[in-house]
């Protein structure tokens, strides 16, 4: 199932019942090089392909501009 799959690759996704969204909380992830980059690109890759919408959330000050000058997020 989509939510196993996703949490074996990233601890921190769930799936919002309600909206079927996927989110990746980074609340835990004070820094982001570039592979935790390509690990956020890859999650939102993985619920492209299951049709599901994308969402990061709690996201601390240095991934959240690193993620905007990349423009991965919200």
Do not use: C, K, W
Not at 2 to 25: F, K, M, W
Not at 27 to 37: E, H, K, M, P, W
Not at 52 to 69: N, T
Request: glycine share 6%; hydrophobic share 45%; aromatic share 4%.
């Amino acid at each position: 199932d989509l939510l196993q799959h996703l949490r074996n690759l990233y601890p921190g996704a769930a799936i919002d019942e309600g909206t079927g969204e996927v989110q990746l909380s980074l609340a835990r992830a004070t820094f982001v090089d570039s592979i935790g980059l390509r690990m956020v690109i890859q999650a939102s890759r993985d619920a492209a392909e299951h049709d599901r919408p994308f969402r990061l959330v709690e996201v601390a000050d240095q991934p959240r501009r690193l993620l905007e000058l990349v423009g991965v997020s919200d």
